[in-house]
């Protein structure tokens, strides 16, 4: 109560210094010839550089502090002719000044409303913000085969992403691992549907359901603190123009599983009520067949497997997105405004899985090893598959408002981010003490011969080793408010302050049962009959010359009656210490002065103050009773002071200086923080929570120049430096405990690091060149990253030369494309190099993510100016996802996915 007082009085305080200092303001819109706003266009006053400002993603500005009088605003933007108006200033009162932009007249030959009117937005926006980011806009999406989030930012310099099933899943930013970096939707973070991180799955969010993509790479004060690597900010459609009627529909197919597939999009934008209210809504569907080809291993120091895995997988991908925006102009200095986004993403999936486990050497020196065969199914209801069912969503509620020179914005918003798992169930069959050898000629693609031919494939000499039924639920809620003030205080400077609230209630709440039948030989007779029972080899297995065999089926599996008297069944303690409840709550407030201290200089300094309390608690297993005991509740709390100093000097009107000094920040896996304890009795594996985490810290530093091509284009570099401290990896030791070696898995602040970084780009349509090559255009970006590891806490391995996780030396995406009129065509490539990604127990365990190399195409041709065909073709390459045990030729995981596209039409209305 006593801080909404003080709140209370904070805004009757600043009306009454409005209300006395109230003068005139111009305010208005700059949109293009068919209505489209124009984000990042400069407005000025003639003659006064200094005074002026910068549109917003929906093309809006509004210049306050004016005196009467009659100004002339011009509007510069690349790609467009400059354009002026002149207005007049009465009684201290508004006045409205709408732009409507024309193509330039140099490029009324290329396609402007193709893919440079995307490039036109995204580098408008770059060139004329203080901060260093890139920018997508749709327009560019659209081009580039992309169907998630995920892959379209795999195109900015600085940035790699980890795959999974062949898309996208999480990013790396400027040479740092997801959890160090923030994704949010129109600046709310997005929660996790995953138990164990806090980084979000990008596979979750089409790609065409975002009106751009902001990278920033600087985070200043007003932005939340924990973005070490970078935010990534989703901004959603809103406030359209006018009346807007767009989308796609497809299909595609699949080479690697031979399967068709679904796309299709729809938006709808129009104004009502005299343009006071607007809306937006939007729709997006995907259904894709794929699968993969995988092996895995495990390797000791002498280079012999020990561990050896062929799998098959089989999904279903049915991927919606739903978004919806309202905004009602009350007046002129008074707007409110509702977004919501909704996305869910269901995979239904099957496993076949043929291991060869714990391969080693017997009494008389013969090699032999434990033969399964796993099914992992579901029930009819979940099509007979494993049914991962993730969710994310969003809705806000904000106002901006404008009290003579105040203007005050709010915003109060909910997220939530599920997953749930139901009747997820595995069915293993083994067959013991196998005589085998390994055939290691290439380690890159090794393999297991087995020797006893009873052993080969599934029978009823095989035996009955595990069945098993679990349901996995997690859920992470966000509740925020922000409230923000900006005022100008002096001449060309401005002051902008405010404050934020996020609670946090993040949970796992699993269950797992074990079931046995009461007649086991009845049982393997049943399950390994011909009728009961698939073979997954195929004539053309990606990862290599493998044969699979013969598998349960999934639906044998699926409709087993478990809890009918053929069963008897337990729940097992160990399987679901991993439960947890825990809450965080975030309170910061901020101050930021942004000072015009030449025509060409600009400075950005700030504060940001926040503070951290979490509550969290779990479960701890105590394996010689087999007993699963609550924690108590623990909690801690922390807070952050992060300082920031950002420059700006126009060098030319096209040719900037950026330059930063940034303090940022990371907080730890709300699953690492908790006191659980986990024990694997198959693997000799027990897993530590660690509630004396600290938070990740970092000190940056930037550099970047630009140099903007009034025919649409880019040329920049620069260099950044981050000096972090506590960052937080598992450690692993071993024990030796009646006579068997157990690993000890547990997270802690692994040390201090340096990284190093350097950033290029070049972009242009080559409207230069004669004829047919004016058409041509070339993008290309190259980063490179180096790192190094100090203070290292990592037990045994303290005076190893080590890197840190996420790091890839070089990144380069490369992409030529050709534009006419109609005909749109592009080949595109991205490489990054191989990284650390996991601390082993010492440096032959570490886990290495491979270097990649993914080539695409992709064309449209407009069969009317709102019509086109489209074509698009992913992984022309078949690169496979890789990783790799201490030294690249030792295989730790290859999966192919195989080549697959798409095509169909694009309306726009």
């Avoid at 269950?511 to 080899?537: H, L, Q, R």
């Avoid at 004396?692 to 140099?707: R, W």
């Amino acid at each position: 109560m006593k801080k909404m007082k003080q709140l209370a009085l904070l805004l009757v305080t600043l009306v009454s210094i409005s209300t006395y200092a109230q003068s005139g303001f111009i305010h208005g819109r700059v949109t293009d010839s068919k209505n489209f706003p124009l984000p990042g266009a400069a407005v000025y006053v003639q003659g006064q550089t200094e005074t002026g400002t910068i549109t917003n993603v929906d093309g809006f500005y509004r210049l306050k502090n004016l005196s009467d009088g009659s100004y002339t605003l011009e509007v510069n933007y690349i790609g467009f002719e400059k354009a002026s108006i002149t207005v007049e200033i009465k009684g201290g009162n508004g006045t409205e000044a709408n732009f409507v932009l024309k193509e330039g007249i140099e490029l009324q030959e290329i396609k402007i409303n193709g893919q440079l009117q995307g490039q036109t937005k995204a580098l408008n926006q770059q060139k004329n913000s203080i901060n260093v980011t890139n920018i997508i806009a749709a327009d560019q999406v659209e081009r580039f085969p992309d169907s998630n989030i995920g892959d379209a930012l795999k195109r900015i310099p600085g940035i790699n992403v980890q795959y999974d099933q062949g898309e996208a899943r999480f990013g790396n930013i400027r040479g740092t691992a997801p959890e160090l970096n923030s994704v949010t939707i129109n600046g709310d973070r997005v929660p996790s549907a995953e138990a164990e991180t806090r980084s979000i799955q990008l596979d979750l969010i089409p790609a065409d359901m975002v009106q751009s993509i902001e990278v920033n790479k600087v985070v200043t004060a007003d932005m939340e603190g924990d973005a070490i690597g970078g935010s990534v900010n989703l901004v959603t459609r809103s406030k359209p123009g006018g009346r807007r009627i767009s989308g796609s529909l497809g299909s595609g197919y699949n080479f690697l599983t031979q399967k068709p597939m679904a796309i299709g999009s729809i938006v709808y934008g129009e104004r009502f009520f005299n343009d006071k209210l607007g809306m937006v809504i939007s729709g997006s569907y995907f259904n894709h067949q794929l699968g993969s080809d995988n092996i895995e291993a495990e390797w000791d120091e002498n280079g012999n497997m020990v561990d050896f895995q062929v799998r098959t997988y089989e999904v279903q991908r049915e991927r919606q997105s739903y978004s919806a925006s309202f905004d009602y102009a009350i007046n002129e200095n008074h707007t409110l405004e509702f977004k919501g986004i909704y996305n869910r993403r269901k995979d239904w999936e099957n496993r076949y899985r043929l291991q060869y486990k714990d391969i080693e050497l017997d009494d008389d020196g013969n090699m032999v090893a434990e033969i399964r065969r796993q099914t992992k199914s579901g029930t009819e209801d979940n099509k007979y598959a494993r049914l991962e069912d993730q969710s994310t969503m969003n809705f806000s509620l904000g106002g901006e408002h404008h009290f003579g020179i105040v203007t005050a914005d709010w915003k109060a918003s909910y997220s939530k981010a599920k997953e749930e798992r139901p009747n997820e169930r595995y069915l293993t069959m083994r067959y013991k003490d196998v005589s085998v050898s390994q055939d290691l000629k290439d380690t890159e693609k090794p393999n297991v011969i087995v020797n006893d031919a009873d052993a080969r494939n599934l029978n009823s000499n095989w035996g009955f080793k595990e069945l098993s039924e679990e349901f996995q639920y997690t859920d992470d809620i966000d509740k925020n408010f922000r409230m923000d003030f900006e005022l100008p205080v002096m001449t060309n400077s401005n002051l902008k302050f405010g404050f934020r609230y996020k609670g946090k209630e993040k949970k796992r709440e699993n269950e797992f049962y074990e079931y046995e039948p009461t007649d086991e030989d009845g049982f393997i007779i049943d399950a390994t009959s011909s009728a009961n029972t698939v073979d997954k080899t195929k004539d053309n297995f990606r990862a290599g010359d493998y044969i699979a065999g013969n598998f349960v089926s999934k639906e044998f599996v699926g409709k087993l009656d478990l809890t009918g008297s053929n069963f008897e069944g337990e729940s097992v303690p160990e399987e679901i210490a991993g439960n947890f409840e825990a809450t965080e709550n975030v309170t910061a407030g901020y101050v930021r002065w942004d000072q015009t201290i030449t025509s060409r200089l600009k400075a950005v300094a700030g504060l940001r103050y926040e503070k951290t309390n979490i509550e969290y608690s779990g479960f701890s297993y105590d394996a010689d009773n087999d007993e699963l005991t609550p924690t108590d509740k623990e909690s801690s709390d922390y807070a952050n002071f992060l300082p920031s100093i950002l420059l700006k000097y126009d060098i030319s009107e096209n040719t900037k200086l950026k330059t930063a000094w940034t303090n940022t920040m990371a907080r730890p896996k709300y699953y690492d923080l908790v006191p659980y304890v986990i024990y694997s009795m198959d693997d000799l594996e027990v897993s530590y929570g660690n509630p004396d985490l600290n938070a990740t810290k970092s000190m940056n530093l930037d550099l970047m120049i630009e140099h903007y091509f009034t025919s649409i284009g880019l040329v920049s570099g620069g260099v950044y430096y981050k000096a972090i401290t506590d960052f937080i990896e598992s450690q692993t030791t071993y024990e030796d405990v009646n006579g068997e070696r157990w690993e000890n898995i547990q997270p802690i602040n692994v040390g201090d690091a340096d990284l190093f970084g350097f950033e290029a780009a070049f972009q242009r349509q080559l409207t230069f060149l004669p004829g047919f090559f004016k058409h041509l255009g070339f993008y290309a970006n190259y980063s490179y990253n180096y790192s190094k590891v100090s203070n290292i806490k990592l037990e045994d391995r303290e005076d190893e030369d080590i890197k840190l996780p996420g790091t890839p030396e070089h990144t380069i995406n490369a992409s030529l494309f050709y534009e006419s009129k109609k005909l749109t065509l592009r080949a595109s490539l991205n490489y990054a190099s191989d990284f650390l990604d996991e601390y082993g127990g010492e440096a032959f365990e570490d886990r290495y993510y491979d270097k990649a190399l993914y080539m695409d195409l992709s064309g449209s041709y407009d069969i009317t100016s709102n019509l086109k065909f489209f074509a698009e073709v992913n992984n022309l390459l078949d690169q496979p996802l890789r990783y790799y045990q201490g030294e690249s030729k030792y295989t730790m995981q290859a999966e192919y996915y195989g080549i697959k596209m798409q095509g169909g039409i694009r309306f726009n209305f």
